[in-house]
């Protein structure tokens, strides 16, 4: 069975729906969480899929929207501590989106890629990339959360926002 690589995330730089990106350059981010579904080509096709858990996700993601976010203190994550971040200070309505979108993920028979980063082990975060980075204290407002497909059209070089969820003001 063919399966799509999906990820939820909330964008802190603006973006476009449809916006595609190399896999290199991501605008900064906080992932929500990443998963792959499995799909069945002749009865859904993989559109379809991607439309069914943007549907699912429309609520949680309206409901986040504008919530305030406070940009905590670096750290260092990924193999050996290669991989600089800022983390997010715990904030509930971000912390409820997460589960909101696991639970979207799950439900649609999705298989989670980091399940010890998931849920309880969860720890939002905006990774640096070459000169953007945030800011220990830079108050960063939820107003952009995106479904992004991951290997669009198969090109796993390439990123593709399916679907952009913005708070009034955001773009």
Request: charged share 20%.
């Amino acid at each position: 069975m063919p399966t799509r690589n999906l990820i939820f995330v909330a964008f802190v730089e603006p973006v476009a729906e449809g916006q595609v990106f190399p896999r290199t350059d991501w605008p900064l981010h906080i992932t929500l969480v990443r998963f792959d579904v499995g799909f069945d080509a002749a009865a859904t096709g993989s559109a379809d899929v991607a439309e069914r858990i943007a549907g699912l996700a429309d609520a949680p993601a309206a409901a986040a929207l504008g919530a305030a976010l406070t940009v905590g203190e670096d750290a260092a994550f990924g193999r050996n501590g290669s991989v600089p971040v800022n983390l997010i200070q715990p904030q509930p309505d971000l912390q409820a989106l997460h589960g909101q979108l696991v639970d979207v993920g799950v439900g649609v028979g999705g298989r989670i890629l980091t399940p010890a980063h998931t849920l309880a082990g969860y720890r939002p975060h905006v990774s640096h990339h070459g000169g953007k980075r945030l800011h220990p204290g830079d108050a960063v407002v939820l107003d952009r959360v995106a479904l992004v497909d991951m290997a669009p059209d198969g090109d796993h070089t390439t990123r593709r926002v399916l679907r952009l969820w913005c708070r009034e003001g955001g773009s």
